[in-house]
């Protein structure tokens, strides 16, 4: 083994492997958590009120999105630990099997729940098509991983799965971001909310772009290093 694939691999195991992923399933549990806690209040049978009205009429989208988003988001985070991507491809490629069904439920779910569900008060007509456009851009991002997995394309599939969980997690980083907007602004004002809405799918996309990017400077200063030319 050359000095070069050395460095290359010492680096590589030097790596920090937890902090992103565990980053991850924290902002993840913002979703899960308040998931959770609509489930519970379907099941216990809750009283009727202008907020979930809709969730006791027509159960089953909620349902479907929460365990989609739920399996999405926490299972996905591991996907991010390096060493389970390199060395568990078994792993890797089973939890991949799980992932691809959740993110197609949570987002066809979530599509049904925004074109069909009555809209509370804040919810205007631009969060709708906003949860329209990004749904239907996380269903896309996902069958062009799974098109780039198929044709072994696997740099392909992991950046596009990676834009797929970024808007899977946005209802996180909405969270934050609603916390200023609701000091604000009035809960029934619907443009500050759509804007906000829209802000964290934006912020999560752009942390991906950056992810992806940084991965592919990485890609190729290692193939450098070993002496591989890429184009």
């Known amino acids: 083994m050359s000095i070069a694939t050395r460095t290359a691999r010492a680096r590589k195991t030097r790596s920090p492997q937890w902090p992103i992923p565990t980053g991850l399933i924290l902002l993840s549990m913002i979703p899960v958590l308040a998931g959770g806690a609509r489930m519970s209040e379907l099941a216990s049978g809750a009283v009727e009120t202008a907020q979930n009205a809709r969730f006791l009429d027509s159960p089953i989208p909620v349902i479907v999105h929460i365990?989609?988003?739920?399996?999405?988001?926490?299972l996905g985070a591991f996907q991010f630990v390096p060493s389970l991507r390199r060395h568990r491809t078994g792993w890797h490629r089973r939890a991949g099997r799980l992932l691809i069904p959740a993110g197609v439920a949570a987002a066809l779910s979530g599509m049904w729940m925004a074109a069909f569900y009555p809209h509370p008060a804040g919810d205007g007509e631009l969060l709708v098509v906003l949860r329209l456009i990004f749904g239907l851009a996380m269903l896309t991002s996902i069958g062009l991983?799974?098109?780039?997995?198929?044709?072994?394309?696997?740099?392909?599939h992991g950046d596009w799965m990676t834009r797929a969980y970024a808007i899977a997690l946005g209802a996180g980083t909405q969270a934050l971001v609603l916390i200023p907007e609701s000091i604000v602004f009035k809960p029934t004002d619907e443009l500050p909310r759509a804007l906000c809405m829209g802000a964290g799918w934006v912020i999560n996309l752009m942390v991906a772009e950056y992810v992806i990017h940084r991965r592919a400077q990485q890609s190729r200063q290692?193939?450098?290093?070993?002496?591989?030319?890429?184009p």
Do not use: D, K, P, Y
């Open 222 to 230: 290692s193939n450098q290093s070993l002496g591989v030319v890429t």
């Open 67 to 74: 365990v989609g988003v739920s399996i999405f988001s926490l």
């Open 145 to 156: 991983a799974v098109r780039a997995i198929g044709r072994r394309n696997f740099v392909v």
